[in-house]
């Protein structure tokens, strides 16, 4: 995937503000915060999104959600709160076709989402 903007990030060929990284997947913070704390995790490895992971998933899906706390105690937000947000598709608002959780905290969010 080679024009894909997060592998891309991946890379290193497009400049992001890299927060923490694994061995298969890397956090950031989004471009368009919508929280105070707004980092993305993805996996190094392209994946267009949930559905198509697979198999993988043994590995990956522990490995994107233990990031994804990891950078929650990192900044702070692990006792105030937080949400996790994986987007898929477009009725689920999916606007990258690269597999990744949003870390959202710093404030308080609300129920149900839109
Ligand atoms: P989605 O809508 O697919 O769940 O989330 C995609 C997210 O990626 C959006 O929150 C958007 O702001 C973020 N985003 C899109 N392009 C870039 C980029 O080039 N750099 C960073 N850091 N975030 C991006
Ligand atoms: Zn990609």
Redesign the pocket.
């Known amino acids: 995937m080679i024009d894909c903007?997060?592998c891309r990030?991946a890379r290193g060929e497009?400049p992001?503000?890299v927060v923490a990284r694994s061995d298969l997947a890397l956090a950031?913070?989004?471009?368009?915060p919508?929280a105070p704390l707004?980092v993305?995790v993805i996996p190094t490895e392209h994946w267009n999104g949930a559905n198509e992971v697979g198999p993988a998933g043994a590995r990956l899906w522990p490995a994107l959600l233990d990031l994804a706390v990891q950078v929650v105690r990192q900044e702070g937000v692990a006792d105030s709160g937080y949400r996790l947000?994986l987007?898929s598709g477009s009725d689920g608002?999916?606007?990258?076709a690269h597999l990744?959780v949003?870390v959202l905290g710093g404030r308080r969010m609300t129920w149900p989402p839109g």
Do not use: E, T, Y
């Open positions: 903007v997060f990030i497009i992001a503000r950031f913070h989004d471009l368009n919508q707004h993305l947000v987007n608002g999916q606007s990258v990744h949003h």
